[in-house]
């Protein structure tokens, strides 16, 4: 015999870090994802959607031993039954590239160019417009080299944030080439090791692992220290010809185009594959949290990855934060056309049969499903906003009618159900 169970329930929320999307929501992250699809097949680029988790190796190679992914432990690995390590992916660069690979769409042709959105994946500190579990849209430009396509990507970034009305600042910083960038972090190590305790603790794990990572502090104590440190941007146009040309025809694409930029020598990324170009718009509005979009170039991921070199450049928005910054008024999802009254237990019985007809031929519709009485239905069919009640009683079921009234102006006619039918149709 089961003894009774005295344990106070749980009342469960939301993990910490994590946040429902509710229903009066959903119309603003659909606004968010509709218009990015649009710039994006506007300039064809095509939708991917990769698995939520992949094998932690493929994170691990890719985003580079100084990444705060793998640095300050944001991954959320887990071994499977299959004793394999998975990781829920913190970013959608490295699983695009992996689909690449794997299905050999570099053989559609030269350039391949991708987008797509998802939730994502970071154990940190939440806080605002930080969260553990986030949602992002991203694209990838895939085998074109040339400050051209930079300025492509630069310039779909652009047009998605204006039309979703958010105004911010793109700034733009060169990373040059991986190998130019170790005489660099030769010249910054030497500045920063006499001043290393004046660093905050994250940043003095960065110096160790990749001391370009510290640009990437928030700390005041970090832009303190900084603030005379020797700038990437003047080591690379002393010392790496290529990469210095790269990035003046990116600023002069951008010129062209009219889009606005700030040139910001402190700008880096926050992974180790990040090569040439590196960009970002931030937004006022948001705090200490201002990056509504990221991204840049990454000429070698691809082969780090097990395939031929190839040049890509992409970025990433965070679309809670994009939701915070966005100032597009979003019309709300249209509420049903025809909320249906049943008064009886026969209508009740007809109703599943009714709203059949009616939803086949386009028409959306709802109705009670608690047997309440005419007055609560129709307090209900107000609050769902519902253009038109549809009253059926045993009356109307015997003559196969049914009552339609017009919620907006208060015009009723009783009609057939085929009448009814068609006057929703035509509004």
């Known amino acids: 015999m089961n003894q009774p169970n005295n344990q106070p329930k749980r009342k469960f929320q939301s993990p910490r870090g994590t946040h429902d999307i509710l229903p009066e929501d959903i119309a603003v992250w659909r606004a968010i994802e509709n218009t990015f699809r649009t710039v994006c097949e506007r300039a064809n680029y095509r939708e991917i959607r990769t698995p939520d988790f992949e094998a932690t190796e493929l994170f691990a190679r890719s985003a580079g031993a100084s990444s705060d992914v793998l640095v300050t432990k944001q991954m959320y690995s887990f071994v499977a039954p299959d004793e394999q390590s998975y990781t ?14 794997e299905h050999n769409l570099n053989e559609r042709g030269p350039v391949c160019k991708l987008f797509y959105c998802g939730p994502f994946f970071r154990y940190e500190a939440p806080q605002a417009g930080r ?9 990838e430009l895939l085998g074109a080299p040339g400050a051209q396509a930079d300025v492509e990507v630069l310039s779909v970034a652009y047009q998605w944030l204006r039309e979703l009305q958010i105004p911010c600042v793109l700034k733009i910083n060169t990373l040059g080439t991986l190998e130019s960038r170790r005489g660099y972090l030769q010249t910054l190590r030497e500045y920063l090791e006499p001043r ?35 700038r990437l941007l003047d080591y690379l146009r ?31 990324r926050g992974f180790d594959y990040y090569t040439h170009t590196a960009f970002e718009f931030v ?33 990433g928005a965070g679309m809670e934060r994009l939701r915070e910054a966005m100032q597009l008024e979003v019309t709300p999802i249209a509420p049903p056309t025809a909320f249906l009254i049943c008064l009886g237990d026969a209508a009740r019985a ?22 309440r009485s005419m007055r609560a239905q129709m307090r209900e069919a107000n609050r769902q906003n519902a253009r038109f009640a549809l009253i059926l009683g ?13 919620m ?20």
Not at 131 to 139: A, D, M
């Open 394 to 406: 045993e009356d109307e079921l015997a003559r196969g009618e049914i009552a339609d009234k017009n």
């Open 283 to 315: 937004s006022d509005s948001l705090g200490a949290q201002n990056t509504v979009l990221g991204g840049g170039r990454y000429n070698g991921l691809v082969e780090e990855l097990g395939g031929p070199p190839t040049s890509g450049i992409g970025f």
């Open 350 to 371: 007809a109703a599943p049969k009714v709203l059949w007809t009616l939803r086949k031929n386009g028409i959306a519709g709802d109705c009670d499903f608690v047997g």
């Open 131 to 139: 969260f553990r579990q986030f949602h992002q849209c991203g694209l």
């Open 238 to 268: 002393a010392n790496d010809a290529e990469s210095t040309e790269h990035f003046t025809q990116v600023c002069a694409h951008l010129d062209e185009l009219e889009i606005a930029y700030e040139i910001d020598s402190n700008l880096v």
């Open 88 to 101: 829920l992916r913190p970013e959608g660069t490295a699983p695009v590239v992996r689909a690449y690979l």
């Open 196 to 230: 290393r305790t004046e660093l905050s603790p994250d940043s003095q794990k960065r110096l160790d692992v990749n001391a370009l990572r510290v640009f990437d502090s928030k700390d005041e104590r970090d832009h303190k220290v900084l603030s005379d440190a020797p």
């Open 408 to 427: 907006e102006s208060g015009e009723q006619s009783t009609l057939s159900v085929d009448e009814a039918i068609r006057t929703l149709v035509q509004g």
